[in-house]
């Protein structure tokens, strides 16, 4: 197990430095020097799906087989980057639900972590489906049938994101309510924190999950291909959310940014702030006994670090749903940009996703100890 881990860690380095290297002077070669011309797709105004940019000469004429910039864009940090992040993430987030699966005397935290693992994989598995993949054919000419097959069955992968995404960001926050029960209410600890009342909650994180994603599904329509140039080469997005008003701002607005952003965000904020300030007295009391550092202060350093991620990664995301109520009101200039900066919003998902393994095994004393067994 050990090996395994030291062979994806070591792979991953050396793939990504070479990798980003190419790819670094691809787009300053890509992009240089261009134009873009911004069309939408058939279902109606700019606000309904993705833009594609459309690579011009001078002279007006198009680049034979040259994907628009916009489709090379997502090319790579989608179908490239994106591909590169999840394929490790989910080899990382299968060996942390096996090792915490081996783990023969199991607390709260340990049930959660692994619903967590498994979470965190069908946000990768999807990513790869809903994005990664899809992106291939715009610009390379590649997967073709993927791609026309893709635009039927991303009305249900579109929904299926949020869900796995809403059951990552609530885990994580049970998780830290059990770990600030155990810290800092600790007589309340046996009764409030058991691995029964562990096991049920994470299975009613995911049921709430699906039910509150469930409008999704009725929240997205097929418009079809449209392609951008007479080559056939420059596709936007097939999909468009409905325009209903009334569903626009009660469930989009109000209720998507409480339920997946201020509410776990400014929970875990608080609760994690009291845990930082009770582990620093516990550490000062330990080193006046000259006491080691304990496992469960283990897991606790592993909560502090996977929240800051969290919150690192999904804060842009947030930002990015305020702005997305407001696209019918945007210039189109800044829409140009906004839409290069979708792909790295679902880059930050899938980072976010992929990352806690390496955190467990970098501070989670306890873990690479099972990890080496």
Request: aromatic share 14%; proline share 3%.
């Given at each position: 197990?050990?090996?395994?881990?030291?062979?994806?860690?070591?792979?991953?380095?050396?793939?990504?430095?070479?990798?980003?290297?190419?790819?670094?002077?691809?787009?300053?070669?890509?992009?240089d020097?261009?134009?873009?011309?911004m069309?939408?797709?058939?279902?109606?105004s700019?606000?309904g799906?993705?833009w594609?940019?459309?690579?011009?000469?001078?002279?007006?004429?198009?680049?034979?087989r040259?994907a628009?910039?916009?489709?090379?864009?997502?090319?790579?940090?989608?179908?490239?980057?994106?591909?590169?992040v999840?394929?490790?993430?989910?080899?990382?987030?299968?060996?942390?639900?096996?090792?915490?699966?081996?783990?023969?005397?199991?607390?709260?935290?340990?049930?959660?972590?692994?619903?967590?693992?498994?979470?965190?994989?069908?946000?990768?598995?999807?990513?790869?489906?809903?994005?990664?993949?899809?992106?291939?054919y715009?610009?390379?000419?590649?997967?073709?049938d993927?791609f026309?097959?893709h635009?039927?069955?991303?009305?249900?992968t579109?929904?299926?994101?949020?869900?796995?995404?809403?059951?990552?960001?609530?885990?994580?926050?049970?998780?830290?309510?059990?770990?600030?029960?155990?810290?800092?209410?600790?007589?309340?600890?046996?009764?409030?924190?058991?691995?029964?009342?562990?096991?049920?909650?994470?299975?009613?994180?995911?049921?709430f999950?699906?039910?509150?994603?469930?409008?999704?599904?009725?929240?997205?329509?097929?418009?079809?291909?449209?392609?951008?140039?007479?080559?056939?080469?420059?596709?936007?997005?097939?999909?468009?959310?409905?325009?209903?008003?009334?569903?626009?701002?009660?469930?989009?607005?109000?209720?998507?940014?409480?339920?997946?952003?201020?509410i776990?965000?400014?929970?875990?904020?608080?609760?994690n702030?009291?845990?930082?300030?009770?582990?620093?007295?516990?550490?000062?009391?330990?080193?006046a006994?000259?006491?080691?550092?304990?496992?469960?202060d283990?897991i606790n350093?592993?909560?502090?670090?996977v929240?800051?991620?969290?919150?690192?990664?999904?804060?842009?995301i947030?930002?990015?749903?305020?702005?997305?109520?407001?696209?019918?009101?945007l210039?189109?200039?800044v829409?140009?940009?906004?839409?290069?900066?979708?792909?790295?919003?679902?880059?930050?998902?899938a980072?976010?996703?992929?990352?806690?393994?390496?955190?467990?095994?970098?501070?989670?004393q306890?873990?690479?100890?099972?990890?080496?067994?």
């Open positions: 197990m050990e090996n395994l881990t030291e062979h994806v860690t070591t792979a991953l380095a050396n793939v990504t430095s070479s990798f980003l290297g190419e790819i670094a002077t691809t787009i300053v070669d890509q992009l020097d261009t134009t873009w011309e069309t939408t797709t058939q279902g109606g700019g606000s799906g993705f594609a940019a459309v690579e011009r000469f001078p002279n007006g004429t198009h680049r034979g040259e628009g910039n916009l489709n090379f864009f997502n090319f790579i940090m989608l179908s490239c980057i994106s591909s590169v999840c394929l490790v993430g989910i080899c990382g987030n299968t060996l942390a639900f096996l090792v915490f699966l081996r783990e023969k005397k199991k607390g709260p935290s340990s049930i959660i972590l692994q619903a967590l693992a498994v979470s965190d994989n069908l946000i990768l598995i999807n990513t790869l489906v809903e994005f990664s993949f899809a992106f291939f715009p610009h390379t000419g590649l997967l073709e993927y026309f097959a635009r039927q069955f991303s009305l249900y579109y929904p299926l994101h949020y869900i796995f995404i809403t059951s990552s960001t609530w885990l994580l926050v049970l998780l830290t309510i059990h770990r600030y029960i155990a810290v800092c209410k600790p007589l309340h600890a046996k009764k409030m924190s058991s691995v029964k009342h562990a096991r049920i909650q994470a299975a009613g994180v995911f049921l999950s699906i039910a509150f994603n469930m409008p999704k599904f009725f929240d997205v329509k097929d418009v079809g291909i449209t392609y951008l140039t007479s080559y056939n080469d420059d596709m936007s997005y097939k999909t468009v959310l409905q325009k209903n008003f009334a569903l626009k701002i009660s469930y989009r607005i109000v209720l998507t940014t409480l339920v997946m952003y201020i776990p965000i400014g929970a875990m904020a608080i609760m702030g009291k845990l930082i300030s009770k582990l620093r007295e516990s550490k000062k009391q330990r080193l006994m000259g006491k080691t550092s304990t496992d469960r283990s350093h592993i909560l502090v670090a929240v800051i991620i969290f919150m690192c990664c999904t804060t842009p947030f930002f990015s749903q305020i702005v997305m109520s407001f696209v019918d009101f210039p189109r200039n829409l140009m940009n906004y839409f290069y900066f979708i792909p790295f919003l679902f880059l930050l998902v980072v976010n996703a992929a990352l806690n393994f390496f955190v467990y095994t970098l501070i989670g306890k873990f690479q100890i099972l990890e080496k067994l």
